[in-house]
């Protein structure tokens, strides 16, 4: 739990630092940064996974990792000159949120409840289906950070003239496709793909998702941002929790049926319920110049 705070709490901080010192390209910086950011996953992906292979009993040696890392964020990179933001009292944006809001808000939760389902789980579900070790089984998991980086990188580039309702649905099916693939394998090489292609599917959902919460937001961004933020706690909270639970009683592979239903849930609320974001705004959250 402590850990979790620290994390979130230093990657949102991270992303505020980018905006500010970024200018007019903190939307290219920002969708860049993430994708940089999956390199992170993929590096503590293969030592944990490296690890396990050659040293089943040490793995956890690899964990210490966090210690340099935190103290070199914190000596070097925070920001050593900062000064107090007081906020004024009329700036707080409140109000009750539209039925179509909450609806997409609970597709938001499926989102991210799918993705972090799939980064908790999918290693047990590989083992279960192809087999092999741990190690190797955590090891495999690079194919999902690799597809997530690269569709963090040129996703928006390649879906450039879709609206923001078909470029989330487009990326979901491809999630699902993935999902698909990988469910049904039981060869190495067919789930590297699968894993892959949820990866790439995965990249741009909370991007574009919370630009549709945004938009059904009535014109309160900044309210529509902190109640995306507590539905990505929730969904990151209990997704994986669910699953394990539901591994307990029926076993991975079926227990994993859940993720369909989630991909399921978040393409039919876009379905149900259109936005109308313009490609201009689409386009600058995904930092690509027209």
């Not at 010192?21 to 940089?36: E, F, P, R």
């Not at 990792?65 to 103290?71: E, H, N, T």
């Not at 990188?153 to 698909?180: E, R």
């Not at 892959?196 to 741009?204: A, E, H, R």
């Amino acid at each position: 739990m402590f850990a979790g705070f620290g994390i979130s709490t230093v990657v949102n901080n991270g992303l505020t630092m980018l905006n500010h010192h970024a200018g007019d390209k903190a939307a290219l910086t920002i969708s860049q940064a993430n994708a940089v950011a999956s390199v992170g996953f993929i590096a503590g992906t293969l030592l944990i996974g490296t690890i396990a292979t050659n040293y089943p009993d040490k793995w956890r040696l690899g964990l210490f990792l966090v210690v340099p890392m935190s103290l070199f964020i914190y000596l070097f990179l925070r920001d050593k000159n900062y000064v107090d933001h007081v906020f004024d009292d009329g700036a707080r944006q409140t109000g009750k949120m539209s039925w179509k809001f909450w609806v997409s808000w609970v597709g938001f939760i499926a989102c991210i409840g799918s993705e972090f389902a799939t980064s908790f789980w999918a290693a047990s579900l590989f083992k279960d289906r192809v087999g092999g070790s741990a190690g190797v089984a955590t090891t495999v998991m690079l194919a999902y950070g690799i597809g997530m980086g690269l569709g963090r990188w040129y996703m928006g580039q390649i879906l450039f003239k879709f609206h923001l309702d078909q470029q989330l649905m487009t990326v979901i099916a491809i999630q699902f496709i993935g999902f698909a693939i990988f469910w049904f394998s039981h060869n190495f090489i067919i789930s590297l793909v699968g894993l892959f292609l949820i990866g790439v599917g995965l990249s741009t959902q909370f991007a574009l998702a919370s630009l549709r919460l945004i938009d059904l937001s009535d014109g309160r961004p900044d309210q529509a941002i902190g109640l995306s933020s507590l539905a990505a706690g929730i969904a990151i909270a209990l997704a994986p929790f669910a699953l394990g639970l539901l591994d307990d009683q029926f076993g991975i592979s079926r227990a994993y049926i859940m993720v369909p239903v989630l991909i399921t849930i978040a393409y039919v609320v876009v379905l149900a319920i259109p936005t109308h974001v313009s490609q201009k705004k689409v386009h600058e959250a995904e930092g690509i110049s027209e």
